[in-house]
C-alpha cells in the first residue's frame, strides 16, 4: 500500500526567502509519480509539478522544484523567492504504476500549512 | 477550457433533506473523482468512475450515492446526512492510464449538515 508522509504541520518563512517542504513516500511499484498541489484559504487544490520515478533529472516549474532523491524516498518541494501570495496548505501526492487497476488513485499527504511573513 | 466547475459552492442542509452536488469539466477527461476533505485534513477519497463507470468506492456509507450520467458530468446525491458528514467536497478529474497526468480540482462545495 501506498503511504505520503509529509512531517511539517506548518512553517513560516520571509517574503522573498526559499522554503523547503518535506515529503517521503512509501511504494513497492518501481514505476510512480509524485505530485505537489498548493490549497489555498478558497479551497482549490492547484497543481504546481510532477515528478516520475523514472525521469532522470529533478522538475522544475518557475519558482517550484523538486529535489527528488529515489532511494531515500523523498520528493522535497523547494518554493524560491516566496510571495505573500505563496501562503496556503501544501500537499504531496501518489499515483502508482497500477493507475488502471487503482481506478487512477491519487493519494494525498498530511500537508504542510506555510505561512509567508512581509 | 481547463477547469472544473462545482456547484454549489456552498450548501446548508437538514438531516431529513435530499441535496446534490454538481461538477461539470470539458477537458475530455474520462477520470472523475469525489473527494472528502475535513477542516486541516488531507483530502479523502471517496469514490473513482473510469469512462462513466463506478471503478472505485472506498466503502463510503449509502446516504452518499454517485452518478456519472456522461463523460462531462459527475453528480453526489446526499441523503439523511449526519453533521460529522460536513466537509469540503472537490471534485476532479484527469484523463485515464497516464501515470503522468494532473488531476484537476474544482473550487469544491462547502456542505454544512445541520
Known amino acids: 500500500a501506498q503511504k505520503i508522509t509529509q512531517t511539517q504541520p506548518g512553517m513560516f518563512v520571509q517574503e522573498k526567502e526559499a522554503v523547503t517542504l518535506d515529503c517521503t513516500y512509501d511504494?513497492?511499484?518501481?514505476?510512480?509519480?509524485l505530485f505537489w498541489y498548493k490549497q489555498p484559504s478558497s479551497g482549490e487544490m492547484i497543481f504546481l509539478i510532477y515528478?516520475?520515478?523514472?525521469?532522470?533529472q529533478n522538475a522544475t516549474e518557475g519558482r517550484y522544484s523538486l529535489n527528488f532523491q529515489k532511494a531515500r524516498k523523498s520528493a522535497n518541494l523547494v518554493i524560491s523567492a516566496s510571495q505573500l501570495g505563496d501562503s496556503a496548505m501544501y500537499f504531496c501526492?501518489?499515483?502508482?504504476?497500477?493507475?488502471?487497476?487503482?481506478?487512477?488513485?491519487?493519494?494525498f499527504g498530511g500537508g504542510t500549512r506555510v505561512l509567508v511573513k512581509p | 477550457d481547463t477547469e472544473v466547475t462545482q456547484t454549489p459552492k456552498h450548501l446548508v442542509m437538514g438531516m431529513t433533506n435530499k441535496k446534490s452536488l454538481k461538477c461539470e469539466q470539458h477537458?475530455?477527461?474520462?477520470?472523475m473523482y469525489w473527494y472528502k476533505q475535513k477542516a486541516k485534513k488531507p483530502p479523502e477519497l471517496m469514490f473513482v468512475?473510469?469512462?462513466?463507470?463506478?471503478?472505485i468506492n472506498e466503502s463510503v456509507p449509502s446516504r452518499f450515492s454517485p452518478e456519472c450520467p456522461n463523460s462531462s458530468l459527475l453528480n453526489l446525491h446526499l441523503h439523511a446526512l449526519q453533521p460529522e458528514d460536513s466537509a469540503l467536497y472537490l471534485c476532479?478529474?484527469?484523463?485515464?492510464?497516464?501515470?503522468?497526468?494532473?488531476?484537476?480540482f474544482g473550487q469544491g462545495t462547502r456542505l454544512t449538515v445541520v
Open positions: 476532479a478529474s484527469s484523463q485515464v492510464g497516464r501515470l503522468n497526468t494532473e488531476a484537476f
Open positions: 511504494t513497492s511499484d518501481p514505476s510512480y509519480g
Open positions: 515528478q516520475g520515478s523514472y525521469d532522470q
Open positions: 501526492a501518489m499515483r502508482d504504476a497500477r493507475i488502471k487497476a487503482a481506478g487512477n488513485k491519487l493519494t
Open positions: 477537458m475530455g477527461h474520462r477520470a
Open positions: 468512475y473510469s469512462y462513466e463507470k463506478l471503478s
